[in-house]
């Protein structure tokens, strides 16, 4: 049994050091070809929305997001906030439509990369903690579910990156990420708001949906540091995994 155990792991080891390429199924382009590169990533998207674990590319249909405190303010004063979204999950980046790629040319860092695309609903499910003072007299400190939900949600992504050498191989590290939102409407629902009041709950979910404008401009700061994360976590794994110049066709290569 041990020497079994023992050629797994030599295995496994000898696995694990082959470099990762990826599945014959993704269609690879040509250096900075942004027109194939839309088509092969909306494939990609269509036919592998569980993700492809050998080259760590995370599902897109679960993915499981990092907690997030989006308001904290200074706890002093008439009204003050603190809101943290915790063990939330997000679901339809596999309903992602990719728009438009710009660079990812030869030399990656010659040309801005730009990558956008529309998600026709963004959902976001898990739980909140909210405490504060509203209206100097109604104190907050409660917690429950959540949902959000972003509907035609569109964004435009710009990366900065360098490249990293490793065993005389290029890998992309993606080293800014900023992502621009807009979207159609936000519709959020917070379970148990007001734990004794069902009612109130109730007043305050629709005070915030009618109002989604102002609460998305107030917000959209945090927000858009958690979607930087998001989005980052979707792909940077992959740029890890898979050496740059196996992401593409060889200049010889025909399509
Ligand atoms: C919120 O901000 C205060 C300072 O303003 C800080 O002491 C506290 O640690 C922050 N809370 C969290 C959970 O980071
Ligand atoms: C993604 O699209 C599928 C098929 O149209 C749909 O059933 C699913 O609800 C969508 N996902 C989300 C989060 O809206």
């Not at 997030?68 to 200074?74: A, E, G, I, T, Y």
């Not at 404008?213 to 995994?241: H, Q």
């Amino acid at each position: 049994m041990r020497s079994l155990a023992y050629v797994a792991i030599s295995v496994q080891l000898f696995v694990g050091l082959q470099c990762q390429s990826l599945p014959a199924k993704v269609k690879k382009c040509h250096y900075g070809d942004g027109k194939c590169l839309v088509e092969s990533a909306n494939a990609l998207l269509r036919n592998f929305p569980k993700g492809i674990p050998e080259v760590n590319l995370k599902p897109f249909n679960v993915l499981p997001v990092r907690d997030w405190l989006l308001v904290n303010d200074s706890q002093v004063g008439g009204a003050w906030y603190f809101f943290e979204l915790l063990n939330q999950i997000n679901y339809g980046f596999e309903n992602t439509t990719i728009t438009e790629i710009r660079g990812f040319d030869k030399d990656p860092t010659a040309t801005r990369i730009e990558i956008h695309g529309k998600i026709p609903r963004l959902v976001y499910k898990g739980d909140y903690l909210a405490k504060g003072r509203m209206l100097w007299f109604v104190d907050i400190n409660s917690h429950g579910t959540s949902e959000s939900d972003f509907l035609n949600f569109r964004f435009d992504l710009t990366l900065k990156v360098r490249i990293e050498y490793r065993n005389n191989k290029r890998y992309l590290k993606i080293y800014e990420l900023v992502p621009n939102i807009r979207l159609d409407r936000w519709i959020m629902w917070l379970d148990n708001f007001f734990p004794d009041n069902e009612d109130l709950t109730i007043a305050i979910n629709n005070l915030f949906n009618r109002n989604w404008v102002e609460f998305w401009n107030e917000l959209e700061p945090g927000i858009l540091s958690l979607f930087e994360t998001v989005f980052l976590s979707l792909f940077e794994d992959l740029f890890e995994k898979v050496p740059y110049d196996d992401l593409f066709l060889a200049d010889e290569d025909s399509k």
